[in-house]
């Protein structure tokens, strides 16, 4: 069973600190990776998509890869409360295939 | 802007019921997939499809069938509903290739089968 495993939370912040999400996952020759942002009661949007191993940075938030670690994590600088939500990680293997992780929530407080 | 439209937002069935859901997609994307989301077992696929008359199952697709007659239009279809399909549906889109997963998600489908 190829997995994506998310500590489910939550995650509670101060405003102004980096919020640190992670994610693993089970299979090697996973290629793609992304990361969402579910707010409550809404559907999913894509925030970051990253495919080699290293930093990806986009504003305040950055991705890192670690392909031999298997793991992937969201940074985001300068955590605000309209940041507050859930956060899911998405791998796709060799076949395309994407699997979800169960999300992280994140709480910034004010 | 990029849009995935899905025809209801909320919607109250019984148990044996025939259920249509219908997602448009305006960005001219290859791929859709529709997906189901409950607590605690997060998002799973339940079909997707890369073409027109073209269809797969995903993870979970017993009970449930699709259709896509049109690129833009990909619909999903409970033919006798029942209370364990209870939850919220979710279409999504996206170009193929490397970028298959940068997906756009429709606003959901929240069905209740009484």
């Known amino acids: 069973q190829k997995e994506v495993e998310q500590n489910s939370g939550p995650l509670s912040v101060p405003e102004g600190a980096i919020a640190s999400l992670n994610c693993t996952y089970s299979?090697?020759?996973?290629?793609?990776f992304f990361w969402y942002r579910q707010y409550s009661g809404k559907s999913p949007e894509l925030i970051m998509s990253?495919?080699?191993?290293g930093d990806k940075e986009d504003g305040r938030f950055t991705a890192q890869l670690n392909k031999a670690s298997q793991y992937v994590s969201l940074l985001i600088r300068d955590s605000q409360p309209s940041d507050s939500a859930t956060y899911l990680c998405?791998?796709?293997?060799?076949?395309?295939?994407?699997?979800f992780g169960g999300g992280t929530r994140l709480m910034v407080k004010p | 802007d990029v849009k995935v439209t899905q025809s209801s937002r909320y919607l109250v069935k019984r148990t044996g019921e025939k259920v249509f859901l219908e997602c448009v997609q305006d960005?001219?994307?290859?791929?859709m997939f529709w997906y189901r989301q409950d607590p605690g077992l997060g998002l799973r696929l339940i079909y997707f499809s890369y073409d027109v008359k073209m269809k797969e199952k995903g993870d979970i697709p017993e009970g449930y069938s699709v259709s896509r007659e049109k690129k833009e239009r990909f619909s999903l279809i409970l033919e006798s509903a029942s209370t364990n399909q209870t939850s919220m549906y979710l279409c999504?889109?996206?170009?193929?290739?490397f970028g298959h997963g940068e997906l756009f998600f429709g606003e959901g489908s929240r069905l209740t089968v009484l």
């Open positions: 998405a791998v796709s293997n060799a076949g395309n295939m994407l699997t």
């Open positions: 990253i495919y080699s191993n």
């Open positions: 999504a889109s996206s170009l193929p290739g």
């Open positions: 299979d090697r020759v996973s290629q793609s």
């Open positions: 960005m001219d994307h290859e791929n």
